[in-house]
């Protein structure tokens, strides 16, 4: 497992503050947001959260981000929560979903405090893309923490066994274009998810045209893990950009 923590200048990585990730995340991309849940253009992980949850069920985003999922899941009849400590992003989600119509609930608050719901408000809790700015003490923290308010958890990070997103990610530190902070993939999180409580703990991995995208177009790399998974599309041998884990809550 890799853990690229460099920046090419030398100096190292660090996660990113609220006001950070809302140079990101914020209104600039409100007509790419409707556009794409008008247009149902749904990535790996948007498709993966469709799978695994169900019409009618209360399912919380922590860590929204531009709240793409979660809109596209409110269209397809979940009962939808976005929640980031992000002004910006809140308000891009907002403002999106009354574009759309969506009854989607947001909620401006911080992942590392005690969440401000009621014990089991949610069917499913999910974060995809937040836990791997933490090292792992804090991601079994957060895990134990944000266990009370839902009875299933699916986690999405970046896959450590993934070629084409290390190879992507070096590449893009080394221009000095790398731009989430740290960031730690992980192998797995079966035992993280264990340690905090969780039972009935499944994991796989998603997204491998995803993993190719972190390489530029003509990269030898990618021309050739494409070749390859084109002429060999099964097994993937796990070279899903995404790790995704499932748990239950215990209590």
């Not at 253009?41 to 959260?49: D, F």
């Not at 799978?51 to 919380?60: A, D, H, M, N, Y």
């Not at 929204?64 to 929640?83: P, Q, V, Y």
């Given at each position: 497992?890799w853990?690229i ?31 794409d ?13 469709l ?10 985003e ?27 992003s ?18 401006l ?14 069917d499913?809790?999910?974060q ?7 090292e ?9 923490l ?10 999405l ?5 993934s070629?084409?997103y ?23 999180m079966k ?31 990618r ?7 084109t002429?060999?599309p ?5 070279q ?6 499932v748990g239950?809550?215990?209590?």
């Open positions: 497992m853990h923590h460099m920046y090419a200048g030398g100096g190292t990585y660090r996660p990113l503050e609220a006001d950070e990730w809302g140079e990101i995340y914020n209104q600039e991309m409100l007509d790419r947001v409707i556009s849940v008008q247009e149902r253009r749904r990535s790996s992980w948007s498709e993966e959260m799978r695994l949850t169900k019409p009618g069920e209360r399912v919380l922590i860590g929204c981000g531009s709240g793409t999922t979660t809109l596209h899941l409110a269209t397809e009849n979940r009962i939808c929560t976005a929640m980031d400590y992000s002004k910006e809140i308000c891009l989600v907002q403002k999106a979903a009354k574009q759309l119509n969506l009854p989607v609930h947001t909620c608050a911080d992942a590392r405090k005690d969440l401000p719901f009621e014990d089991q408000a949610f499913v809790v999910f995809a893309g937040l836990l791997e700015h933490f792992r003490e804090e991601r079994v923290r957060l895990l134990q944000w266990q009370r308010v839902g009875i299933r958890m699916v986690s990070i970046p896959n450590a066994n070629i084409a290390h190879a992507g990610k070096f590449l893009q530190e080394e221009a000095g274009e790398w731009e989430y902070g740290m960031e730690l993939p992980q192998a797995t035992d993280e998810f264990i340690e905090a409580g969780y039972q009935n703990v499944e994991e796989h991995t998603i997204g491998l045209k995803d993993a190719f995208s972190f390489l530029p177009e003509h990269h030898y790399l021309v050739a893990l494409e070749h390859w998974f002429e060999h099964e097994p993937d041998y796990g899903g950009y995404l790790l995704c884990t239950e809550s215990r209590i």
